[in-house]
């Protein structure tokens, strides 16, 4: 063997030896020893702003702010946060040798209690959305993702969105899922509070309603009503993250995140999970994820393949959203009227209203011209001196007179969707047919009403008695005419996209409910009037008409 | 649909939703005249500019479409408050206070034509104005049925969650059908009651 190139040789297997131990440095494990070594080697040290994983491991408590009424996930008994999160959070205490400390956090108080060093972590139902991506620096990866759950009696058959078109479920003002239902043509009936949900769903005022999973996690462990009602399907998947403060936190959120692989790698998450009872199924599939070799890595929490992307919910800005801001200002600062205009402030919002509007006055021509044409049809067919045509056209009248209206656009659009797939133009005619039949048979009444008066009378036959007749019940016919624009507003409770429904849309998903409902009623008020004044030249007209005749 | 279910279940429910839907509509009649009744007398005592005023308000009260008043109480006044207390209306009266303006709007009408002729020395033709109300009092159970809207368990929203049930369109219709007899019923009965009503005093009316 050749002496001089054993140097070389030590050299080579020194460089494998240390690529290799720095391999093995490379495990989250191993990342984290080290990290905590080095943080407990500050203790006692004068450091200036020691990070929070310094001061905790040196003695202070790690204040973690937790929700205390949220049922499964973090709730309090008798003085004792317990839960999913609580659990999850004396499991880190005792992963990194620290004592803790839970404060009580809500949705509106927990970000700013982390700004303000009240807490040192959130571990508190947070979703991880772009927007607070801004404002707290998120630990991957993620501890849990939730989803809302749309949830129906068991014996209602929903498969997938294509079964929601029409239906109307309940949902909670603000939930950010309300945009994707209200894309997939579902009519969305409001409340305040989400905590309503499940009695609604209970005494049946609801037959669907759709909120977080984890909200619906705690219901389902009732038998009563987990016997009644299933989750149908999920969507709009959120991410929950712990958050630590953007500053002074580098090294606790390092940690964090390499204690968070670990616990999705060696099952803990899902440990804790089954204990207290909530859904696996996000847990199962991220400890597969944290077990392949290139996520279970000290860099792993980094890698775009192994984590996942917070939720965007930004939409996007109509290019006078800012000009829309500033008058809101100048309206509260010079009149001291509080007004919100989320309609015309993003795109999405401003299409619905758009379209609204449109749809609106759509509705309202279609609805007075089918009234006009029907009254001319029941008015000839209900003065028909043929006994089964107007035998026929009676019961139809009456028919029609006893169903109220909200129950004849229910039935013209069942209809009109067993013949049709839904679309805003099929719920529109629908609603038009509606309106006009309702408003049109109660009008063909009062002409055939004329028309039999006129025969007393033994006045000419034929069209001339007929337009004679229509100029006698003018009266009546404009103020159908009138009663079908009034009535409108109500094809929105089939889906019809009129400004109502479209503005009831928006409102689900941003705020200013107060001016959104102020301008609905203006605007129908209007035209409502402007109809009025119109029939009224209309029914000068029909009289004209009557003179002549 | 099973016999047993629609008898058993679905027509008591839907009867005990209809009387909601009356309760709204006698509340809403009652407040109704309460409004309007004053402004049938400010049209017909008043000097010009409170007929004016009574003219557009009643016009504006005449204009508002039911469905929308409702949301716009709903949304917009339950943050209202009246001498320091919020208004917290109920789904109930929500619906029923939502249906005042049309009722206000019609006693205000059928109330000046009634003070016309009490002042034409006509009492009968006074008289008219009961049938009248009673007219509107159907016109108004009919339209309680938008409180279906705002998840008030009236007899449309009992019809309603019971079609939802039922896969087949056959069935739904038999529940619309029974839903539509039971409306139709005392509708019916009380515009036959109205006509009676009329034809009554008409007859007096010529033989006075």
């Given at each position: 063997m050749n002496l001089a190139v054993l140097p070389g040789l030590l050299l080579a297997i020194a460089a494998l030896l240390s690529t290799l131990a720095a391999a093995r440095a490379e495990t989250p494990d191993e990342a984290l020893e080290t990290l905590l070594k080095e943080a407990r080697q500050q203790c006692g040290t004068a450091g200036q702003s020691p990070d929070r994983l310094e001061r905790v491991v040196c003695g202070k408590p790690l204040r973690i702010g937790v929700r205390d009424y949220y049922p499964l996930f973090g709730t309090r008994e008798n003085g004792v946060h317990v839960g999913f999160e609580p659990d999850i959070a004396h499991t880190i205490a005792q992963r990194l040798g620290v004592t803790i400390e839970f404060v009580r956090v809500n949705a509106a108080t927990r970000i700013p209690l982390l700004g303000e060093d009240r807490i040192d972590l959130v571990l508190a139902t947070m979703g991880h959305t772009t927007q607070r991506d801004g404002q707290v620096r998120f630990i991957r990866p993620h501890y849990y993702q939730s989803e809302t759950a749309l949830v129906g009696p068991k014996t209602l058959h929903i498969a997938d969105w294509d079964?929601?078109?029409?239906?109307?479920?309940?949902?909670?003002?603000?939930?950010?899922?309300?945009?994707?239902?209200?894309?997939?043509?579902?009519?969305?009936?409001?409340?305040?509070?989400?905590?309503?949900?499940?009695?609604?769903?209970?005494?049946?005022?609801?037959?669907?309603?759709?909120?977080?999973?984890?909200?619906?996690?705690?219901?389902?462990?009732?038998?009563?009503?987990?016997?009644?009602?299933?989750?149908?399907?999920?969507?709009?998947?959120?991410?929950?993250?712990?958050?630590?403060?953007?500053?002074?936190?580098?090294?606790?959120?390092?940690?964090?995140?390499?204690?968070?692989?670990?616990?999705?790698?060696?099952?803990?998450?899902?440990?804790?999970?089954?204990?207290?009872?909530?859904?696996?199924?996000?847990?199962?599939?991220?400890?597969?994820?944290?077990?392949?070799?290139?996520?279970?890595?000290?860099?792993?929490?980094?890698?775009?393949?192994?984590?996942?992307?917070?939720?965007?919910?930004?939409?996007?800005?109509?290019?006078?959203?800012?000009?829309?801001?500033?008058?809101?200002?100048?309206?509260?600062?010079?009149?001291?009227?509080?007004?919100?205009?989320?309609?015309?402030?993003?795109?999405?919002?401003?299409?619905?209203?758009?379209?609204?509007?449109?749809?609106?006055?759509?509705?309202?021509?279609?609805?007075?011209?089918?009234?006009?044409?029907?009254?001319?049809?029941?008015?000839?067919?209900?003065?028909?001196?043929?006994?089964?045509?107007?035998?026929?056209?009676?019961?139809?009248?009456?028919?029609?007179?006893?169903?109220?209206?909200?129950?004849?656009?229910?039935?013209?659009?069942?209809?009109?969707?067993?013949?049709?797939?839904?679309?805003?133009?099929?719920?529109?005619?629908?609603?038009?047919?509606?309106?006009?039949?309702?408003?049109?048979?109660?009008?063909?009444?009062?002409?055939?009403?004329?028309?039999?008066?006129?025969?007393?009378?033994?006045?000419?036959?034929?069209?001339?008695?007929?337009?004679?007749?229509?100029?006698?019940?003018?009266?009546?016919?404009?103020?159908?005419?009138?009663?079908?624009?009034?009535?409108?507003?109500?094809?929105?409770?089939?889906?019809?996209?009129?400004?109502?429904?479209?503005?009831?849309?928006?409102?689900?998903?941003?705020?200013?409910?107060?001016?959104?409902?102020?301008?609905?009623?203006?605007?129908?008020?209007?035209?409502?009037?402007?109809?009025?004044?119109?029939?009224?030249?209309?029914?000068?007209?029909?009289?004209?008409?009557?003179?002549?005749? | 649909m099973k016999p047993a279910d629609m008898w058993g279940d679905y027509v008591p429910s839907l009867l005990g939703g209809m009387a909601t839907n009356f309760e709204i509509s006698i509340v809403a009649l009652l407040l109704g005249l309460a409004v309007g009744m004053p402004f049938a007398a400010l049209r017909f005592y008043g000097g010009r500019l409170s007929v004016a005023f009574a003219a557009i308000v009643i016009s504006l009260m005449r204009a508002a479409p039911t469905f929308v008043v409702m949301f716009f109480l709903l949304n917009v006044a339950r943050d209202v408050s009246v001498f320091g207390m919020k208004l917290n209306m109920s789904g109930v009266m929500t619906v029923a206070v939502s249906l005042v303006p049309y009722s206000a709007a019609y006693t205000a009408d059928a109330g000046l034509d009634a003070l016309r002729q009490w002042d034409r020395g006509s009492p009968l033709g006074a008289l008219l104005f009961l049938p009248n109300i009673t007219r509107a009092f159907f016109v108004i159970v009919m339209a309680s049925g938008a409180a279906a809207a705002i998840g008030v368990p009236e007899g449309i929203s009992v019809i309603l969650r019971e079609a939802a049930l039922l896969p087949s369109l056959g069935d739904r219709l038999v529940v619309f059908a029974i839903g539509i007899v039971l409306f139709g019923v005392p509708l019916q009965i009380g515009l036959a009651l109205m006509r009676w009503l009329q034809r009554e005093l008409g007859r007096r009316l010529v033989g006075a």
């Amino acid at each position: 063997m050749n002496l001089a190139v054993l140097p070389g040789l030590l050299l080579a297997i020194a460089a494998l030896l240390s690529t290799l131990a720095a391999a093995r440095a490379e495990t989250p494990d191993e990342a984290l020893e080290t990290l905590l070594k080095e943080a407990r080697q500050q203790c006692g040290t004068a450091g200036q702003s020691p990070d929070r994983l310094e001061r905790v491991v040196c003695g202070k408590p790690l204040r973690i702010g937790v929700r205390d009424y949220y049922p499964l996930f973090g709730t309090r008994e008798n003085g004792v946060h317990v839960g999913f999160e609580p659990d999850i959070a004396h499991t880190i205490a005792q992963r990194l040798g620290v004592t803790i400390e839970f404060v009580r956090v809500n949705a509106a108080t927990r970000i700013p209690l982390l700004g303000e060093d009240r807490i040192d972590l959130v571990l508190a139902t947070m979703g991880h959305t772009t927007q607070r991506d801004g404002q707290v620096r998120f630990i991957r990866p993620h501890y849990y993702q939730s989803e809302t759950a749309l949830v129906g009696p068991k014996t209602l058959h929903i498969a997938d969105w294509d079964d929601l078109a029409t239906r109307t479920i309940c949902v909670a003002v603000g939930n950010v899922s309300n945009a994707e239902l209200v894309s997939h043509n579902a009519r969305l009936m409001l409340f305040d509070e989400a905590g309503v949900l499940p009695d609604r769903l209970k005494d049946e005022t609801c037959t669907l309603a759709a909120q977080d999973d984890s909200f619906f996690a705690y219901y389902f462990t009732d038998r009563a009503f987990a016997d009644r009602f299933e989750q149908k399907f999920g969507f709009a998947q959120v991410p929950w993250g712990m958050g630590v403060a953007k500053t002074g936190s580098d090294k606790l959120g390092r940690a964090l995140d390499l204690l968070s692989q670990i616990f999705h790698r060696d099952g803990t998450f899902l440990e804790i999970a089954r204990k207290n009872r909530i859904r696996t199924t996000f847990l199962e599939r991220q400890q597969q994820v944290w077990q392949r070799p290139e996520c279970n890595t000290a860099q792993g929490s980094a890698n775009p393949a192994c984590v996942l992307p917070a939720l965007n919910l930004e939409l996007k800005p109509t290019p006078f959203a800012g000009a829309v801001e500033s008058a809101e200002d100048w309206i509260e600062k010079r009149l001291g009227i509080d007004v919100t205009l989320p309609m015309l402030k993003t795109a999405p919002a401003f299409s619905l209203f758009l379209n609204g509007v449109a749809n609106s006055l759509i509705l309202i021509a279609g609805s007075l011209t089918a009234t006009f044409a029907f009254a001319i049809v029941f008015g000839f067919t209900l003065g028909s001196e043929f006994p089964p045509l107007r035998w026929l056209a009676w019961l139809v009248t009456m028919t029609l007179q006893s169903s109220p209206i909200v129950l004849t656009l229910v039935i013209a659009a069942t209809f009109a969707h067993a013949l049709l797939p839904y679309s805003a133009g099929v719920a529109l005619g629908a609603s038009i047919l509606a309106l006009g039949l309702t408003n049109g048979s109660n009008a063909g009444q009062a002409v055939s009403e004329a028309v039999i008066s006129l025969h007393r009378e033994g006045r000419e036959k034929g069209m001339a008695l007929f337009v004679h007749a229509l100029g006698r019940s003018a009266i009546s016919i404009v103020a159908f005419l009138i009663n079908a624009a009034k009535g409108t507003p109500a094809a929105s409770f089939i889906g019809a996209p009129e400004l109502l429904g479209a503005l009831t849309d928006v409102s689900s998903f941003s705020s200013g409910r107060a001016t959104i409902y102020c301008l609905v009623l203006i605007f129908y008020t209007i035209v409502v009037m402007i109809v009025v004044w119109a029939c009224g030249w209309l029914r000068a007209w029909l009289e004209g008409r009557e003179v002549k005749a | 649909m099973k016999p047993a279910d629609m008898w058993g279940d679905y027509v008591p429910s839907l009867l005990g939703g209809m009387a909601t839907n009356f309760e709204i509509s006698i509340v809403a009649l009652l407040l109704g005249l309460a409004v309007g009744m004053p402004f049938a007398a400010l049209r017909f005592y008043g000097g010009r500019l409170s007929v004016a005023f009574a003219a557009i308000v009643i016009s504006l009260m005449r204009a508002a479409p039911t469905f929308v008043v409702m949301f716009f109480l709903l949304n917009v006044a339950r943050d209202v408050s009246v001498f320091g207390m919020k208004l917290n209306m109920s789904g109930v009266m929500t619906v029923a206070v939502s249906l005042v303006p049309y009722s206000a709007a019609y006693t205000a009408d059928a109330g000046l034509d009634a003070l016309r002729q009490w002042d034409r020395g006509s009492p009968l033709g006074a008289l008219l104005f009961l049938p009248n109300i009673t007219r509107a009092f159907f016109v108004i159970v009919m339209a309680s049925g938008a409180a279906a809207a705002i998840g008030v368990p009236e007899g449309i929203s009992v019809i309603l969650r019971e079609a939802a049930l039922l896969p087949s369109l056959g069935d739904r219709l038999v529940v619309f059908a029974i839903g539509i007899v039971l409306f139709g019923v005392p509708l019916q009965i009380g515009l036959a009651l109205m006509r009676w009503l009329q034809r009554e005093l008409g007859r007096r009316l010529v033989g006075a």
